[in-house]
């Protein structure tokens, strides 16, 4: 199948990506790597009038630390997750994520941006986002917003964006003491998770004083662990372990798919929820597998 007919326009500048969707609205879509893009465009589930190429705007791309906060262009591609040294000293969780969306031909031309702003539930970086206490920045020509991740995702393939809005970088806090963990069940490697955790820890001697654990693929947006407060400033031990890792899947509310029923969901997440801690504490004696 072919896409239909559209027009094309390649954005200068934000700015002018700003103009082109303020005018033509809903009718427009963003192109920046085209790999979720391209090929809905091709099966025809998205139909509009105008392409807005924002692949030429170079003031979206890289990594810049400022201060206590790590800012990263929405055009920075998944590549690069792994090959810039400031993610990779300041948010490992990206560096440790990249690997696993899709194949590196994907990689190489996907965009952090068109992940966040295409909002797949089982996509690996809007996770990250929530473990990482991210702030997305959104641009459009009546101004910038700062939304929390938290706020920013809202169901499959929906967003807080509105169709005259850009979303065009996503500021994370550094914390140089943090350990950060990521992991994923798929039938293949580069398939979308079937199940999926992202985390990011404060740690004392054996002990979380902060956990944030981020779930995807279980429901229609990634989701943040509540139960993971019953983990916070205890000695954890592994019935403690697995105990939160059932109050956690008690929280989600899966979908019944042909990759897996609800009940096999919750399952992989209690095991991932079970290696994280175990994994982040350096603790192997906690890893049972939450059975």
Excluded: W
Excluded at 14 to 34: F, N, R
Excluded at 35 to 49: E, G, I, K, T
Excluded at 163 to 191: C, T, W
């Amino acid at each position: 199948m072919k896409a239909s007919a559209f027009s094309y326009a390649r954005a200068r500048s934000v700015e002018d990506a700003l103009t082109l969707l303020a005018e033509h609205s809903e009718k427009a879509k963003v192109l920046s790597g085209g790999q979720s893009l391209m090929p809905a465009l091709n099966l025809r589930l998205v139909s509009p009038d105008l392409i807005v190429d924002i692949g030429g705007v170079d003031e979206l791309r890289g990594a810049t630390v400022r201060g206590d906060t790590l800012a990263i262009g929405a055009l920075t591609r998944h590549a690069d997750l792994l090959r810039s040294p400031e993610i990779r000293l300041h948010a490992p969780l990206l560096s440790q994520a990249a690997p696993h969306i899709a194949h590196p031909a994907i990689r190489n031309r996907g965009t952090i941006g068109g992940s966040l702003a295409h909002a797949d539930p089982a996509a690996e970086l809007p996770a990250c986002m929530l473990a990482l206490d991210a702030t997305m920045i959104v641009r459009s020509l009546a101004g910038e917003r700062r939304l929390a991740a938290s706020d920013f995702f809202k169901g499959i393939y929906e967003t807080a964006l509105s169709p005259e809005e850009l979303l065009v970088a996503v500021e994370l806090p550094i914390r140089k003491s943090a350990a950060q963990y990521f992991n994923e069940f798929a039938r293949r490697h580069g398939d979308y998770a079937i199940a999926g955790v992202a985390a990011q820890a404060l740690l004392g001697k054996e002990v979380f004083h902060d956990l944030r654990i981020a779930l995807f693929a279980i429901g229609d947006r990634p989701v943040l662990a509540r139960s993971t407060a019953d983990l916070v400033d205890k000695v954890v031990t592994q019935p403690l372990v697995t105990d939160v890792a059932a109050a956690i899947a008690d929280e989600l509310d899966p979908p019944d798919d042909q990759q897996a029923s609800p009940a096999m969901r919750k399952q992989l997440a209690r095991v991932l929820i079970a290696r994280c801690i175990s994994t982040l504490l350096d603790r192997p004696d906690l890893d049972a597998r939450a059975a």
